[in-house]
T-cell receptor, first 118, second 118 residues
Framework: AQKITQTQPGMFVQEKEAVTLDCTYDTSDQSYGLFWYKQPSSGEMIFLIYQGSYDEQNATEGRYSLNFQKARKSANLVISASQLGDSAMYFCAMRGPGSGGSNYKLTFGKGTLLTVNP | GAVVSQHPSRVICKSGTSVKIECRSLDFQATTMFWYRQFPKQSLMLMATSNEGSKATYEQGVEKDKFLINHASLTLSTLTVTSAHPEDSSFYIC??????????????FGAGTRLSVL
């Protein structure tokens, strides 16, 4: 069974500083995908970044980067130059296993509540 | 990014009534749609996976007759909570993934529906 672990229930960061949100995963699959989503208090889930297990380069999307360490089974999210609007819950998730559409099921971690202080 | 529309955003109903929630992919064809449930301050729990034109696949413990899912087209899936009771009160959120291209790996989420059963 797949498992995602986010050990930081809450994190605080000063505006304009960088912050790392931790995520470790457990899977016996060779092919998998890792995701980060942001959930503001409004409830919508906003896709941030995706890393495939065979991708050699760490994924980056603007101020977001994913520090993928396959041997350690970690997929930490780095947010650079934090903004007040980054305050939200952040979820790490993993895709798979299965066949067809179910191959794309996501398993979510418990989330980290990030607070950006002015 | 891809847009998924979910309606209604909030619904209050009496115990025993049925409630239908719609999930539409607005600018892409969704091969697979997913329905999640989220309790306060908790992570997302997958309820079912829905492929266009076929029966939904429910996760263990999810009552098929309570939560009816229909995926009639490549852009629309509906979740009907039948004979709703107070314990069904929750935040329900759908997601959709495209069948081809980079987007096939990504689940894009709707804004969610907050259901309150009196």
């Amino acid at each position: 069974a797949q498992k995602i672990t986010q050990t930081q229930p809450g994190m605080f960061v000063q505006e304009k500083e960088a912050v790392t949100l931790d995520c470790t995963y457990d899977t016996s699959d060779q092919s998998y995908g890792l995701f980060w989503y942001k959930q503001p208090s409004s409830g919508e889930m906003i896709f941030l970044i995706y890393q495939g297990s065979y991708d050699e380069q760490n994924a980056t999307e603007g101020r977001y980067s994913l520090n993928f360490q396959k041997a350690r089974k970690s997929a930490n999210l780095v947010i650079s130059a934090s903004q007040l609007g980054d305050s939200a819950m952040y979820f790490c998730a993993m895709r798979g296993p299965g066949s067809g559409g179910s191959n794309y099921k996501l398993t979510f971690g418990k989330g980290t509540l990030l607070t950006v202080n002015p | 990014g891809a847009v998924v529309s979910q309606h209604p955003s909030r619904v209050i109903c009496k115990s025993g009534t049925s409630v239908k929630i719609e999930c539409r992919s607005l600018d892409f064809q969704a091969t697979t749609m997913f329905w999640y449930r989220q309790f306060p301050k908790q992570s997302l729990m997958l309820m079912a996976t829905s492929n266009e034109g076929s029966k939904a696949t429910y996760e263990q413990g999810v009552e098929k007759d309570k939560f009816l899912i229909n995926h009639a087209s490549l852009t629309l899936s509906t979740l009907t909570v039948t004979s709703a009771h107070p314990e069904d009160s929750s935040f329900y959120i759908c997601s959709a993934r495209a069948g081809i291209g980079y987007g096939k790996n990504i689940q894009y989420f709707g804004a969610g529906t907050r259901l309150s059963v009196l």
